[in-house]
């Protein structure tokens, strides 16, 4: 899925030097996942939302996992986000191998 972002960091905050307002998402099964947490991780293909600037911008994940429950994602949340700040998920189709 894309994450289009103005203002807010989407996985790593160059700002902070850290992953620590990374997105986090709810799967179906209730259960929130990180990145990189191990049981469903996402992976960053292009990280555009990493500097916090108020430019239109975008980054790519993909969620890997053997446990088909945890999909489709049915929430998720986004860390520091102010008044000024918008974002927004485009999900494409999903490749079950």
Do not use: W
Request: charged share 25%; proline share 1%.
């Amino acid at each position: 899925f894309k994450f289009k972002c103005k203002g807010v960091v989407a996985a790593y905050d160059t700002q902070h030097s850290s992953y620590a307002s990374a997105l986090k998402y709810r799967g179906d099964d209730g259960s929130v996942h990180k990145l990189l947490d191990g049981e469903a991780a996402y992976y960053i293909g292009h990280d555009g939302c990493q500097f916090r600037t108020m430019v239109d911008a975008e980054t790519q994940f993909t969620i890997r996992t053997t446990d088909l429950t945890l999909l489709p994602v049915r929430d998720f949340s986004v860390a520091n986000v102010n008044r000024f700040s918008k974002f927004g998920l485009d999900i494409g189709n999903v490749c079950y191998l």
